[in-house]
């Protein structure tokens, strides 16, 4: 039955997930419904992608009817909406869906509004209102969503209101009402500095100067022990303060307990450094190059592909460099291509970085371009640095650029960002894999044991089936120090058979995964792209083109041409001259899988047969043209030859490429067998053949 009030409908995420109208809960089915609609609620008039609804729900282990169960779950949303005569709609935008909606519908949405406007006003007022945000939680946000999906924002938002909550009872005089509700709120957030300072003060004002005291000492304790940090110089001040008996501190005041201090505080929120770094000497020092060595804002962008190592490097530069930047480092994860979290808002980011640089929260500006203009201001005349990892694309990052400044931003990400290039003339690095003797010293120094003799060779052996790929070489090297009893050549010997080698590179936890690594760059290509992904899974060759990827897909050999570039800048190809694009071996083993558990058998055969045409037309081409009399048959495949020039450079090309589609051949097809004799031709007179090829094409032929 339609609601009669529609108004009254809500949507409701700050506590169990609900849709309500008027006072009734709409039946929304089980925990996989009601994620669905939290993860499009969360993101209200923005296109979420179905395979990150997927990744989320089962948390990378899909059953292979994922994607019609959310289609599923999405069709009973949309026949409950309709039928309680909710204003909104769930319309399906590639690549995923969209709830189009009043935003004002949603209790998230209605808790930020309520912050906002309570900035200004009297503290009645003020209470008044934010003790009206904080009546929206109903208990955990997402409470009955299993863990399934998180939404930290969702704390953050909550904690602001209360403290902004208690400056307002503070300043009305209610020191002893708020003194329980802080200090069961810091049992349960201990290094929230600006709560220990509302208790510290409601304490002061109750005339418990010695437990104020002993508050500010347990917490100074507990975050030297813990964090290895000292107090902020704010709450240092109001402990002088208390210490010496300001009685200024009694009468309440507008003012913030803490008073924003701009640049006094001075943020240093690197993460750790990490351990066992190896190579990367050139990547260090073209960085420290770029340090800005006047009062222009400098930016260094490095990108590469899963699991090379671009935080690692970006971090351990960032901490050898800090004392450069006497005024702070900030460091914000853009999870650009976090698979169970969407990219974070630049309008996040500048609220977490002007609440370190000594911005209060009521001060903070509540419109994104408000935020940025005071974020530039307060950097305009400091040296920070701004350390932004994950990032999406250019959009994100734009807001987050000081203007004129000596402050310098380091930006990774798995794609090129050639527009943040193009507009603001940031560096680019493409990261690769570690040189050899590096991803040696890796393993050796993460396995805990110095390698000799014959075990040096296997050890080396092990970080070429690794590919030299700092995520992979770390698991390896994971697995030997967590299992004593195997040897490296146990794990060579693993490694070795390419049908188990990504699984042999799987940890429990998924962030150490390299097979979760690629897929998650894999999931957030376009569907045109993924599609051509599948396809290179059935290339048997090393050297890719765009002829050959037309003849596997069924399209124009442009469009192939555009999309291999566009793979080239996610880092799934890489370019290494015009038109000859390579994949890295733990890439292509993921594609050859993803090929083979999402394209059908008759698929993959056609592509096939279409591939190995393609081959057959070229070598014919190729052998016309090499002719004395230039007798060339028609080429229905397309192959770029047209002088006896072209063919030499088309055979020298392809010639790895087209053993490797004879030997991955049935025997007896005539096709093959046509290939394998024109291929013996070939040998014949331009090149010698390996022993394995001539094996092949002798028992081919004959």
Known sequence: MAAEHPSAARFCLLGPVQLVVGENAVPLGGAGMRGVLAMLALEPNQVVSLDRIVDVLWAHEPPASARTMVQGYVSRLRQRIAEAGVNALIVTTAPGYRLVVDESLIDVTVARSL???AREQP???RAELLRAANALWRGPALADLGGRLTAPELTELRL???????????ELGRHREVIGELTRLIDAQPFRERLVAQLMLALYRANRRATALDVYQRFAHRAAEELGMDPG?????????VLRDDSSLLEPSPEPVLTPRIGVLVPAQLPRAPSGFAGRDEELDWLTGLLPPDETAAIGVLAGQAGVGKTALAVLWAHRVAQAFPDGQLFASMRGFDPQHAPVRAEDVLTQFLLALGVGVDDVPFELDDRAALYRSILADRRVLVVLDDARDAEQIHPLLPAA???????????????????????????????????ERLIEHMAGTPAHGRDREQRRKLARLCGHLP????????RLAGNPQWTVADLVAELADERSRLSALDLDDVDTSVRAALDVTYRSLRPELAETVRHLG?????????HPVAALSGEDVDECRRRLRALAASFVVTETSRDVFLMHDLVRLHACALAEDEMSEVDRAAAWRRLLRYYLAGARTARGLLRPDGVVPADPAGSPMRTAHDAVDWIDQEWANLLAVVESGTDGDEEVVALARLAAQFSEGTRALGPA???????LVV
Do not use: W
């Not at 209101?161 to 503070?170: K, M, T, V």
């Open 693 to 699: 090829a001539l094996s092949r094409l002798v028992r």
């Open 538 to 546: 059935l290339f048997p060759g090393t050297r890719i083109g765009p």
């Open 471 to 478: 995520l992979a070489l770390r698991i390896a090297a994971a």
């Open 115 to 117: 912050l906002a406007k």
């Open 405 to 439: 400044s000596s402050s310098f931003v380091l930006v990774t990400s798995r794609i090129r960002l050639d527009g943040l290039v193009a507009r603001t003339g940031a560096r680019l690095l493409s990261l690769g894999t570690l040189a050899a003797d590096a991803a």
């Open 160 to 170: 602001a209101i209360l403290e902004a909550l208690f400056d307002a009872q503070l």
């Open 233 to 241: 110089p704010q709450l240092r001040e109001l402990h002088a303060r």
């Open 123 to 125: 503290a009645a007022r």
